[in-house]
């Protein structure tokens, strides 16, 4: 079955850059999402690439995709504290109307 | 805004009694949508795939009969706890999409079960 990864800590100095790992097994993965929770609040989808795709960028968010290894990161830049959060990679075969295979979240700490 | 509309976003209840939850999709149709548990840190944990007009798909290892789902129409899907324990405690979050469109996702709804 399909398994996704990733570290359970990161702790950055505000305004540095974070980098949140993923690591995941399912070769049929077709989309890639990176998905932010905040404390006692449900899951924000920050922003997804779709498996041809080698990397996406929007705004400070950074996505690099290594297919070959199957993995996944997100480069957050000048990290703030409103960064802070869990962050979720997850993974599935299609777009829309598909369940979603979720990582072990990654907790962001920003020091300040 | 919010895409997705989860209802109550949380509820204490009595050990026996029943908790509905909601979820709403608020300006698209959503065929499908999926109940998910959390447990205090950690992932999440599909419950089951809520089916517009047909019965839900469950998940290995969920009860069916303790967690009734009903999607009734294309914009809500509701989730009962039916003879709620405090094991059922949890953080329970709705998703919902259209096709071609990734997966947005409800605030949450705490559950604490006295």
């Known amino acids: 079955g399909e398994d996704v990864e990733q570290s359970l800590f990161l702790s950055v100095r505000e305004g540095d850059s974070s980098v949140i790992n993923c690591t995941y097994t399912?070769?049929?993965?077709?989309?890639l999402y990176w998905y932010k929770q905040e404390p006692g609040a449900g899951l924000q989808l920050l922003t997804y690439?779709?498996?041809?795709?080698d990397m996406k960028q929007d705004q400070r968010l950074t996505v690099l995709l290594n297919k070959k290894d199957k993995h996944l990161s997100l480069r957050i830049a000048d990290t703030q504290t409103g960064d802070s959060a869990i962050y979720f990679c997850?993974?599935?075969?299609?777009?829309?109307?598909?369940?979603?295979?979720f990582g072990t979240g990654t907790r962001l700490t920003i020091i300040p | 805004g919010a895409v997705v509309s989860q209802h109550p976003s949380r509820v204490i209840c009595k050990s026996g009694t029943s908790v509905k939850i909601e979820c709403r999709s608020l300006?698209?149709?959503?065929?499908?949508m999926f109940w998910y548990r959390q447990f205090p840190k950690k992932s999440l944990m599909l419950m089951a795939t809520?089916?517009?007009?047909?019965?839900?798909?469950?998940e290995q290892g969920v009860e069916k009969d303790k967690f009734l789902i009903n999607h009734a129409s294309l914009t809500l899907s509701t989730l009962t706890v039916t003879s709620a324990h405090p094991e059922d405690s949890s953080f329970y979050i709705c998703?919902?999409?259209?096709?071609?469109?990734?997966?947005?996702f409800g605030n949450g709804t705490r559950l604490t079960v006295t």
């Open positions: 998703s919902a999409g259209a096709l071609n469109s990734p997966l947005h």
């Open positions: 399912d070769s049929s993965s077709t989309y």
């Open positions: 690439i779709f498996s041809n795709m």
């Open positions: 997850a993974e599935s075969p299609s777009f829309g109307n598909e369940k979603l295979t």
């Open positions: 300006d698209f149709q959503a065929t499908t």
């Open positions: 809520s089916n517009e007009g047909s019965k839900a798909t469950y």
